[in-house]
């Protein structure tokens, strides 16, 4: 599970709508920093589900041997966890500065089309806080279930409960991918509608 990255772009004007280009511009460089922490951590989430998948498909001999994969699952769920800490601290700080208030104050100035497009693009820029913030309530929780899961593959494993935590985890890793999903979705639609704010502020984009 990744996530998009915010499109950036450059502009040639000096209307004061230019100061609101650099605050946005100035944030989504700052909130690209989390795009390759992100990327790594996504690669150790297909590492975890398919080294997860092996042993669940094994028999109940080989969850008996398997100490070497859940010696491997632990180191890579507290890798995925430090890495999630990452994130959040990059894009929370890109989070924090966006002064949503001083930029609302700004874009009332501008003119009625500039002023529609930035206050939507605003709202927009909320919504992908929000879906972060839930993204990360629901991997943490997935975080959680494997680790139940993973204590139960024992060298006396009760496949009873390895069965009901499977499906808790099944059920917590798809609602984290599609917390995670929401939050691209809405990265695309905010970088939509970046430019379009841009051409009716009067801002020259290149």
């Known amino acids: 599970m990744t996530g998009l990255s915010i499109l950036l772009l450059s502009a040639c004007s000096t209307d004061p709508a230019s100061s609101i280009y650099d605050r946005l511009e100035e944030q989504a460089q700052l909130e690209q ?16 589900v398919n080294t997860y998948q092996a ?69 927009i820029f909320d919504q992908r806080k929000k879906a972060f913030n839930t993204f990360l309530k629901r ?7 494997e680790k139940k899961v993973l ?17 808790d985890l099944n059920r917590t890793s798809r609602q984290a991918t599609d917390a995670l999903k929401t939050f691209n979705q809405l990265t695309v639609r905010y970088n939509e509608l970046k430019p379009t704010f841009y051409d009716k502020a009067g801002l020259n984009i290149k």
């Open 55 to 123: 042993v669940l498909e094994a028999g109940a001999d080989d969850i008996k041997r398997a100490q070497n994969e859940r010696d491997e699952l632990s180191a890579l769920n507290q890798e995925r966890v430090d890495l999630l800490k990452q994130e959040q601290k990059v894009r929370s700080r890109a989070f924090e500065e966006f002064d949503r208030q001083e930029l609302a104050d700004e874009i009332a100035t501008l003119p009625a089309a500039a002023k529609k497009e930035g206050t939507a693009l605003l709202d």
């Open 151 to 167: 204590s139960y593959l024992t060298e006396k494993p009760n496949f009873v409960k390895i069965d009901e935590a499977t499906a």
């Open 33 to 48: 920093k989390a795009v390759p922490i992100a990327e790594q951590r996504t690669r150790q989430d297909e590492v975890s």
């Open 139 to 145: 991997y943490e929780a997935a975080i959680a279930s």
